[in-house]
C-alpha cells in the first residue's frame, strides 16, 4: 500500500483519538526511522518513550523470536520459567525494598494496580495527587490525572482523589486526613510540561509520608529504565517509594505495565482481587528480560547522563538564539524546551526536517529520544529544531507586520 491508502484505511476504521501527524512509519533500527516512501528520521519521541533501547534492537528481536516458537501465551494461574526469569531480573534492580511486582500491559494499568492497592493495604479511600500531573486516561488513573481536557468529557469520576499545587511539601501535608491513603506523584511530570522537582521536595515527601503513615506511590512510567541517567528517576533524589508504577520500555517495544511494592503492601491483595489476562506473557517477559540484560550491559543510564548534558547544552545554546525559547529543563534524556507560543507549528516543521520530537501540553516540546542516540543523531536533531524554530519566528514576525 502506498501512503495515502494508509492514511485513509487509518482515517477511515480506526476511533478518532489519536493526533495523528502526516507521515506513515514503516521501519525502524535504533534511533532512526523509515516512512513509507524510505525518508529517513531522527526519532526524539521513541514512541512516547517506549523504545529507550531504540527500534528493533538485535538482542530483543532475536529473544522474541526465541520464544514465540517455544510459548506465546501463558495464563498466572500457572507457573512458566521465562515470567520467572524476568521478575527475578527485575526485583534485582528495582530500589531495596520494591520486591513483589504485578504484570500488566500499560502505565495506565500499573497506576490502576497501584490506587486499589493503597486502598486495600491502608483500608482508607483517599489519593492525593498534584496539579499538573498524568498517570493515564482508565477511569481509576484519569482520577489522578489533572487536565480537564482528560477529564470533563467523563465526569463523574473515582470519587476521594483529590489535587493539590505542585512541588510544595506543605500542600501535601495540609492535604492529608484520617482518610488519605497514599500520595501519587511522578518524580518528573512529563506530559505537565518536563518539570523537575526543586531541590528537597520528593525527600519533604518521602518524610512526610512516613510521618503520616500514609503510602508514597511514585508513577516512574516515563522516569525509570535509565531515562533520568538514574536505573529510577528516584534514585536521582534517594528516595524509595512504597509503590512504583514502570511500563514503556521494560519490554523493549512490547506492552507492559509494572506495580512493584513492598511485600508487607503488595501481600495485601488476595488471589481474584486483581488480575488481567495477559499478565506475564512470556513472550513479552522474554522481551523483558532481554531489555534489562542490554539496559545493563550496555550501560545507558550513564550513557543518558551524558548525552542527556550534552543534548540539553545544545538546546540552551538554541535559546540564547531563538527568543521563542523560554526555558530548557529536564533531567537525562527527558527534555523539555518550553516555548512563548503553541509548539505544533514548531513539531510539523521538524518533522518535515527527518526529525520526530513531541508535545508535553501545548507550549512545551518534549524530547525523549532513545538512549542509544549518538551525538551525531543529536546534532542532526538540533539542527532541524534550529531551522524550524528560525522559520516559526520568521512566519509570526511576518504576521504581525502591518500591510
Known amino acids: 500500500m502506498n ?8 482515517t477511515r476504521y480506526l476511533a478518532n483519538v489519536f493526533s495523528k501527524k502526516p507521515v506513515v512509519f514503516t521501519k525502524g533500527k535504533g534511533a532512526l526511522l523509515w516512512d513509507v516512501n524510505g525518508r529517513e528520521y531522527v526519532d526524539c519521541a521513541s514512541s512516547y518513550g517506549v523504545a529507550a533501547l531504540g527500534h528493533c534492537h538485535p538482542k530483543i528481536v532475536a529473544a522474541v523470536k526465541a520464544q514465540a516458537e517455544q510459548l506465546i501465551t501463558c495464563h498466572s494461574c500457572y507457573y512458566n520459567d521465562k515470567r520467572a526469569e524476568f521478575i527475578e531480573k527485575l526485583v534485582k534492580i528495582t530500589p531495596r525494598g520494591l520486591d513483589k511486582a504485578f504484570l ?3 502505565g495506565a494499568e500499573s497506576v490502576e494496580c497501584a490506587i486499589k492497592l493503597a486502598r486495600k493495604a491502608t483500608g482508607k479511600p483517599e489519593i492525593i495527587a498534584v496539579m499538573g500531573a498524568f498517570h493515564g486516561k482508565t477511569m481509576g488513573a484519569l482520577s489522578a490525572t489533572w487536565d480537564k481536557k482528560y477529564r470533563e468529557p467523563f465526569l463523574p469520576l473515582i470519587p476521594e482523589i483529590k489535587h493539590v499545587a505542585p512541588d510544595n511539601a506543605d500542600k501535601i501535608r495540609e492535604a492529608i486526613t484520617d482518610k488519605t491513603a497514599a500520595v501519587l506523584i511522578e518524580p518528573i511530570r512529563g506530559e505537565g510540561g518536563i518539570r523537575v522537582p526543586p531541590d528537597g521536595y520528593l525527600q519533604a515527601v518521602r518524610e512526610i ?6 503510602l508514597l506511590i511514585l508513577d516512574e512510567v516515563q522516569t525509570s529504565f535509565g531515562r533520568t541517567g538514574k536505573l529510577f528517576g528516584c534514585q536521582n533524589w534517594g528516595v524509595t517509594p512504597d509503590v512504583m508504577c514502570l511500563a514503556k520500555p521494560f519490554a523493549g517495544g512490547l506492552p507492559i505495565g509494572i506495580t512493584v511494592a513492598k511485600e508487607d503492601v503488595m501481600s495485601t491483595l ?11 506473557s512470556p513472550l513479552v517477559c522474554a522481551a523483558g528480560c532481554a531489555s ?3 539496559l545493563q550491559e550496555e550501560k545507558l543510564a550513564d550513557r543518558a547522563a551524558s548525552n542527556g548534558k550534552y543534548f540539553k547544552a545544545e538546546l540552551e545554546a538554541l535559546a540564547l538564539k531563538h527568543k521563542i525559547i523560554k526555558e530548557i529543563r529536564g533531567l537525562g534524556l527527558m527534555l523539555g524546551m518550553e516555548l512563548r507560543y503553541d509548539v505544533l507549528g514548531v513539531i510539523l516543521k521538524t518533522l518535515g526536517k527527518g526529525v520526530v520530537v513531541l508535545d508535553a501540553g501545548r507550549t512545551v516540546v518534549r524530547l525523549l529520544p532513545p ?5 551525531e543523531q543529536i546534532d542532526k536533531a538540533v539542527a532541524a529544531l534550529d531551522a524550524a524554530l528560525g522559520e516559526e519566528e520568521h512566519e509570526r514576525a511576518s504576521s504581525t507586520v502591518p500591510n
Do not use: A, M, R
Not at 371 to 375: A, E, M, R
Open 209 to 214: 509520608c512516613s510521618q503520616k503513615d500514609v
Open 292 to 294: 534489562i540484560d542490554v
Open 270 to 280: 488476595k488471589v481474584g482481587e486483581h488480575s488481567t489476562t495477559f499478565s506475564g
Open 3 to 10: 501512503e495515502k491508502q494508509i492514511i485513509d484505511i487509518e
Open 104 to 106: 500488566s500491559n500499560s
Open 371 to 375: 538512549l542509544v542516540i549518538s551525538k
